[in-house]
Structures are given as structure tokens and as C-alpha cells.
């Protein structure tokens, strides 16, 4: 008696006819997600973005790096850096980093607004919109105003997140609170800008009703709006339309950046997906060539330390008294003469260049004897927004007090994690699109607590 031998999968029937299916459901996927059809879709999911800033009659704010891409630039009142991963599953958190107290300013002046961002297939809103932003407003109601019980529950939206996780996330809010309050943050200025109103919140999808008349009073609105339609494993397998096509940009676009595609849509529209690559390259290099160099800013309540990109150091550092730069090779008018005084930190970027810097920040020490309470000092990196920062910050904790004054009795100040958050919130609130990583920090923290 033979024993059955167990089924494999080449015995299965039209097994060739299978994979050759699944191959061609993998090729239309991958043609879906060509660079044209993103760009289509980010233009057309722009339109509704668009009927949505009519609707409120507020200014749209784009959530970086995805929501500048769904916004034309005339419509665009600025920037916020609200991560999906502060909202993720037991990750629920309101970040010290990313303070975004630059919407408040909008909120000053409008009343309102609409923030905008987009997720891939598989959600109706990211996580970011859901659970992030609803998480900062309830810890800055709480904070900004401690007395209005009415203002401090949190809200998000009911069809998305479950009761379950909605009450996890309520009861981490005081945790976060207090942390909050650490960053010593001038609160009255605060209830100045959100002119003694608590911030409210309301979602918005395409499939939405939109209001029919605009609140004349919006009492700090904001709208979290989602650009993209949700679409099915199914219906993205087999459509020109990309759910979240903006969505993780280095990806997908050959180096493309949100304002360059809104200055030449039309052109890259128009060109064959073939010859998109060449094109962007160009126009990118266009671009670089005739984009002015960014302006330093001015980190208070200091007034003296400034952060800026490399670039600004090479065309602008004689106006200071001291420079920074975070580079590989020293910026060679600087080093060459004797004003200003140049200190180079050699780092590369990136995460190598993250870790490399802990081991270049000693050299700041040579500072401490020749900076006054006038001196000028512009501290830099290739993009003015990582290593910079993080060398802005360590100066910060060794030679500057609470007040953000210079002083020679910084050298006696006790630096401690709460110290470091604080000096960070200066460059947060001055500086809002800084973004310096994870492993920046690790290196700053390290070279001043280790």
C-alpha cells in the first residue's frame, strides 16, 4: 500500500498560469506607480484641497514633507512637522523636537486654519491627521489653559480610531503635559497669540460634506484634511490614480521637489514618462542655480547665536565674529583669514556624520575664552537644520543661561536632560522647520551629560 505523498506546489493545476498572472498584477502595479500618474494624481487630489480652504475660508498649511506637494504656492501659509509615528500604536506622544508653535501664528492672524496631508492605500487618513496633531492640541489646551476643564478632552475622529485606543491615549495626556511644562514655554504669550480662545479641531476626506457658508468666527479651527480618495488593494492594482501618491517623495521622484513640480506642472505633465528623469534633472539644476541662499536665523532669547546653512557661511560669515560650520573641508574663506574666528567641525552628513560630531564637539571648549556678550557667532551645515542645530544646541548649554544670555558661569551649570529640552525648545520656536535627528541628539546629549 503506497502512502500519499503530500500535494507540492508544482503539482498544482495552471500553476505556470498563476505566477505569469501575478506577474502581470505586479506590472501593473509598478506602471500605476509611475512618476506621471503621481504627479497626475497629486494635481488632481489638489483640487479638493483647494475646495476645502474655500469652504472654511482659512489658509492651508502644508504637514512636511507630503502636504506642500497637494498645495498650490499662493495658497500656502506655511509649514508644519507633525510625525505619523508620534501617533502609532503605544507610541502616542506629544514631541518635545517638534514643538510646532509656528501654527499658533497662524491661528493669530486667521483665526483658523487647514492642515494637509496625505497617507498610501490601505487608510482614510494618516495617522499624523488621526491621532498626532489631535494629541498636540489637547496637551496645549491643558497647558495654555489650565482652568478651562471644557477645552482639555481629547478629540479624534470616531470612525477611525476605536474607544479602546481613544482612552489609551487620553491617559497619557498629563504625562505629557508635564513634560510640556518643563520647556518653561511663556504661556501668556501663548494665550496672547490664540487671542484666550482653546484650539478646536474637525476632520475633513474627500466624501465629506463641506460647509455650506464659512464660520466668520472660527475660534483657532483647525481642519485636518486629507487629500488623497481611499482606494482598494484591487482598485490601485488597476487605476492611473495613486492614493498618497506624494507620499515618501525620495522614492519616487528622481530628486522632483514640491515647488519645482508646482512651477513646471504643466511641462511635466506633458512629458513622457520615458523622459521625466532627464527633465527634473534639469529643471532641479535650474533651480539650485538661481535659488538665493537661505537666510540665518536669529535663535532667541538669545541675540547673538544664529543657525544657517554652509552656504551662508561661505557668502555672509565675515559679518560675524564667530563661525561654526559642520563640514568635511573647512570653508576656505573662512579659514584663511583671522576675523571671523572659524571653527570647523569635520563631519560628513547623515547618520555618519551624526555620529562623528560627538567626537568634534570638544573643539567649542576654545570658544569659552574668547566669546562676549556681543560677539556674533553663525553656527552652520549643509542644510542649516541637523548638525548645525545640534552644534547650536551644545553652545547653547555651555555658554548661555536660562535667560539666553552669555556667561563665564555656564561652566558651572548643572546639564541635565531638562536643561537640553529646554535650550532645544529656544531653536524649536525660533526655528521650526530645524529638524535635527535622533542621532544628532544622541551625540549633543552624550557630549555634554557623558
Known amino acids: 500500500m503506497s502512502t500519499q505523498q503530500p500535494l507540492r506546489e508544482s503539482?498544482?493545476?495552471?500553476?505556470?498560469?498563476?505566477?505569469?498572472?501575478?506577474?502581470a498584477l505586479g506590472e501593473l502595479k509598478r506602471a500605476n506607480l509611475s512618476i506621471k500618474n503621481r504627479l497626475r494624481s497629486i494635481k488632481e487630489d489638489s483640487k479638493f484641497v483647494t475646495k476645502v480652504a474655500d469652504a472654511y475660508n482659512l489658509p492651508l498649511i502644508a504637514n512636511e514633507r507630503c502636504g506642500s506637494w497637494y498645495i498650490p504656492p499662493e495658497r500656502k501659509a506655511g509649514s508644519a512637522y507633525f510625525k505619523s509615528t508620534d501617533g502609532h500604536f503605544h507610541q502616542w506622544g506629544f514631541s518635545l523636537r517638534r514643538l510646532n508653535l509656528q501654527v499658533l501664528d497662524v491661528l493669530e492672524e486667521y483665526g483658523g486654519c487647514i492642515i494637509v496631508d496625505s497617507t498610501r492605500r490601505g487608510k482614510s487618513m494618516p495617522d499624523a491627521l488621526s491621532k498626532t496633531v489631535p494629541i498636540w492640541i489637547a496637551v496645549l489646551n491643558r497647558l495654555i489653559f489650565?482652568?478651562?476643564?471644557?477645552?482639555?478632552?481629547?478629540?479624534?475622529?470616531?470612525?477611525?480610531?476605536s474607544e479602546s485606543e481613544h482612552a489609551q491615549i487620553e491617559a497619557r495626556l498629563d504625562e505629557c503635559v508635564a513634560a510640556a511644562r518643563g520647556l518653561q514655554l511663556d504661556l501668556q504669550r501663548l494665550r496672547d497669540k490664540l487671542h484666550n480662545k482653546p484650539i478646536q479641531v474637525?476632520?475633513?476626506?474627500?466624501?465629506?460634506?463641506?460647509?455650506?457658508?464659512?464660520?466668520?468666527?472660527?475660534?483657532?479651527?483647525?481642519v485636518l484634511c486629507t487629500a488623497s480618495n481611499q482606494t482598494s488593494n484591487a482598485t490601485s492594482a488597476t487605476s492611473d490614480y495613486v492614493q498618497g501618491a506624494a507620499d515618501d517623495p525620495e522614492s519616487w521622484s528622481c530628486g522632483l521637489d514640491s515647488s519645482c513640480f508646482w512651477s513646471h506642472r504643466n511641462e511635466l505633465l506633458s512629458t513622457a514618462e520615458d523622459d521625466l528623469p532627464q527633465l527634473i534633472d534639469r529643471l532641479m539644476a535650474d533651480a539650485r542655480e538661481s535659488s538665493s541662499i537661505r537666510s540665518q536665523v536669529l535663535i532667541k532669547p538669545t541675540s547673538c547665536l544664529w543657525?544657517?546653512?554652509?552656504?551662508?557661511?561661505t557668502s555672509q560669515g565675515h559679518g560675524f565674529d564667530v563661525v561654526v560650520s559642520c563640514s568635511i573641508e573647512s570653508i576656505a574663506p573662512l579659514s584663511k583669514d583671522s576675523k571671523p574666528q572659524y571653527v570647523n567641525l569635520v563631519c560628513s552628513t547623515g547618520k555618519i556624520g551624526s555620529r562623528q560630531l560627538r567626537a568634534q564637539l570638544p573643539k567649542l571648549e576654545q570658544l569659552r575664552s574668547s566669546l562676549t556678550s556681543t560677539s556674533k557667532v553663525l553656527v552652520t551645515c549643509e542644510s542649516g537644520k541637523d548638525l548645525g542645530v545640534g552644534a547650536a544646541l551644545a553652545?547653547?548649554?555651555?555658554?548661555?543661561?536660562?535667560?539666553?544670555?552669555w556667561s563665564h558661569q555656564t561652566s558651572e551649570l548643572n546639564v541635565n536632560k531638562t536643561v537640553i529640552k529646554q535650550r532645544l525648545s529656544w531653536i524649536m520656536v525660533s526655528m521650526p522647520d530645524a529638524s535635527p535627528s535622533r542621532a544628532t541628539l544622541q551625540s549633543v546629549n552624550a557630549f555634554l551629560m557623558g
Open 11 to 23: 503539482d498544482l493545476i495552471f500553476s505556470s498560469a498563476s505566477s505569469a498572472l501575478k506577474d
Open 146 to 161: 489650565p482652568d478651562d476643564a471644557d477645552a482639555h478632552d481629547l478629540r479624534t475622529p470616531l470612525d477611525v480610531i
Open 395 to 405: 553652545m547653547l548649554c555651555m555658554f548661555f543661561d536660562e535667560q539666553g544670555t
Open 202 to 222: 474637525t476632520w475633513q476626506r474627500p466624501g465629506d460634506t463641506l460647509p455650506e457658508e464659512p464660520d466668520n468666527d472660527p475660534a483657532n479651527l483647525v
Open 307 to 313: 543657525i544657517g546653512d554652509n552656504a551662508a557661511a
